[in-house]
């Protein structure tokens, strides 16, 4: 490699080297260059004047070099000690023997050390025994704990922290090999940091134990709560116990008196005591009313009514509460309608019997013309029992008002009588029987009261082939779908997504078990949704099949991954809607609107 650096050096000096001859200047100062890459230039400078000086070469010249080499070395010296004593850290170099050998300014600020032990040469181990000293007065324990200290800096490379008594500094100590053998050891000033440690950590528990103390107050406290609650709840549950219990002996004193104001009607009929004797018979009316409602509503607070749970028709119950109430809705000229239904329901009869009596009473009460409409619709595993009204609506700010006791809106308070206890008495019917009790109302409009009543098990136990899924209300005006796919989980995707836009879906696997379908909802049906390919035949000979069986064509969509113009010519002939797979809700939806033509039936 040398010998190509000074071929390359002749030949760009157009000259020939020969190994006997003398070198010139310019010879030197490129090997001056060339070994200096290797040693440095100071070092390379006195290797070049040793040389010239055995060999007798310009002897001048040579000390000159000679000097240039030495000032080089002392400035680098000088430079580098400079440097290493603005360092923030204190530095200590110890040769293989851990001998001290160098250090800077900042090594003897960091560290108690008397002057004797600042100089070259002192051993690693008696500097360790010196900072001992300084936190530990046990010689015993001094020389374990130097030994350790020993052992982590020249053969574990172990950092750790000394905290030094007569300073109150906080060293943290580490050490690097050198390549020779020797070890460099740092001392930084970590005492600032140690500290806003510590102070942190003080911090951190006395907010943990304010915490914990607040916690405990807390608990105390919630449980003080619950102790005042539950007495109260009891204290309440005592009062509401005497009342239901004691409705007998209350109610005697006034059914007397109702007796002896009716005689006192009688007797006076004609005279002039007359109206003074309706006055008192209308008002024991009032209280005999308003005692009954309370004491109703006691014993329902008061769990005094059992549920009986049976099964039953909603038509055991529409019908004789529509011959009950119709001559009071006539006398306000009102029409009461009672939509026919046929579902078997399970709940308690007389309790459900009075809270649709007060739902329907409350209606005609605040109705002031048009109708007021009972009817009922499957919901699932339910059926929801719906009482609807044109009166004056209920805005959305007072619909949980109207539930509680004596409670009336002012819209309607002039015109009507009443306790307000009705609703109240509703609510809590419906919490004692499990059901589901909503309102809807438009403020002049109406308002439409709804009690979801489970369908009874016998009724409504499907064939293995249906699955049933639940409707919420949707913009789609609840329709009855029949879905047929021999794919299970088309079905299920199927039933999620018409069930989430309020479809009432009914599923089926085959052409076999879509005509099973058929006989059991097929009626009812308000659209037939089925694939193509359904394994014992096609959907197109299915819907044709159903067709037929109904009497009447029922509104159809063929879906299928089938995109042939014969399949599609074949679907319009049998007036049937054509979808290709994947098929895209917005596009479905939108069929199915458009096939949607049957007006839904009226439950």
């Not at 004047?49 to 680098?76: F, V």
């Not at 000033?189 to 528990?205: F, H, Q, S, W």
């Not at 019908?319 to 109430?325: F, G, I, K, T, V």
């Not at 069929?591 to 049957?598: N, S, T």
Request: hydrophobic residues 45%; positive net charge; charged residues 25%.
């Amino acid at each position: 490699r040398a010998r190509r650096s000074f071929d390359d050096y002749a030949a760009s000096q157009g000259i020939t080297l020969v190994r006997e001859a003398e070198a010139d200047g310019g010879i030197l100062r490129f090997s001056e260059t060339l070994l200096a890459r290797a040693v440095g230039a100071s070092s390379s400078r006195l290797v070049l004047a040793l040389l010239m000086e055995q060999h007798a070469y310009n002897p001048k010249e040579a000390m000159r070099l000679l000097g240039d080499a030495s000032d080089a070395l002392l400035h680098n010296r000088d430079l580098l000690q400079s440097a290493i004593d603005h360092m923030r850290q204190g530095i200590a170099v110890f040769d293989r023997k851990l001998d001290l050998i160098c250090w800077n300014r900042q090594f003897r600020s960091l560290l108690p050390l008397p002057a004797s032990k600042g100089r070259v040469g002192v051993p690693l181990n008696e500097l360790l025994l010196e900072i001992i000293e300084d936190t530990d007065i046990d010689p015993a324990r001094r020389q374990a704990g130097a030994a350790a200290r020993l052992q982590w800096l020249t053969r574990d490379m172990k950092p750790y922290q000394e905290r030094l008594k007569s300073s109150g500094l906080v060293l943290d100590v580490r050490s690097s090999a050198m390549p020779d053998g020797g070890v460099v050891v740092t001392f930084a000033d970590i005492t600032e940091t140690v500290e806003a440690g510590l102070a942190l950590k003080r911090a951190n528990e006395t907010l943990e134990r304010r915490v914990e103390e607040r916690t405990a107050e807390l608990t105390a406290l919630n449980n003080q709560l619950k102790l005042a609650k539950k007495e109260a709840e009891s204290a309440n549950i005592g009062k509401t116990r005497f009342i239901a219990a004691a409705s007998h002996d209350i109610l005697q004193p006034l059914n007397a008196a109702r007796l002896f104001a009716a005689s006192l009607v009688e007797k006076s009929a004609g005279g002039s005591d007359e109206k003074l004797a309706r006055n008192i018979d209308n008002s024991l009316e009032a209280v005999e009313e308003i005692l009954n409602a309370l004491l109703e509503i006691s014993k329902l607070d008061a769990g005094a009514f059992k549920p009986e749970i049976t099964t039953f028709s909603i038509r055991e119950l529409f019908d004789p509460l529509a011959m009950e109430l119709r001559p009071l809705a006539l006398q306000k000229g009102l029409k009461l309608v009672a939509m026919p239904c046929r579902y078997q329901i399970t709940s308690d009869r007389q309790l459900l019997r009075r809270l649709i009596q007060n739902l329907l009473s409350n209606a005609i009460k605040y109705t002031a013309s048009g109708k007021v409409l009972i009817g009922c619709r499957r919901d699932g595993a339910h059926v929801r029992i719906e009482v609807m009204d044109t009166g004056p609506g209920i805005a959305a700010n007072k619909q949980d008002l109207i539930f509680r006791e004596f409670t009336r809106l002012d819209n309607t308070a002039r015109d009507t009588t009443g306790l307000g206890l009705g609703l109240s008495i509703v609510r809590r019917i419906a919490r004692v029987l499990g059901h589901e009790l909503s309102l809807v109302s438009k403020p002049g409009v109406g308002t439409r009261f709804t009690v979801k009543v489970p369908l009874s098990v016998s009724a409504a136990k499907p064939v293995s082939t249906i699955r049933k899924a639940r409707t919420p209300a949707g913009s789609l005006g609840n329709p009855r779908i029949l879905v047929v796919d021999n794919d299970s989980s088309i079905l299920d995707a199927m039933t999620e997504l018409l069930s989430r836009w309020g479809c009432e879906v009914f599923c089926a696997g085959s052409v076999k078990a879509g005509l099973d379908l058929l006989a059991r909802h097929g009626r009812d049906a308000d659209l037939l949704l089925a694939d193509f390919h359904l394994g014992d035949g096609d959907g197109l000979e299915l819907i044709a099949r159903m067709r037929k069986a109904c009497g009447f064509d029922i509104p159809a969509i063929l879906i299928t991954a089938d995109r042939t113009k014969a399949l599609q010519a074949r679907a319009a002939g049998q007036e049937v809607g054509y979808l290709t797979k994947p098929v895209k809700p917005a596009a479905l939806r939108t069929a199915i609107a458009h096939r949607l033509v049957r007006p839904q039936a009226a439950e």
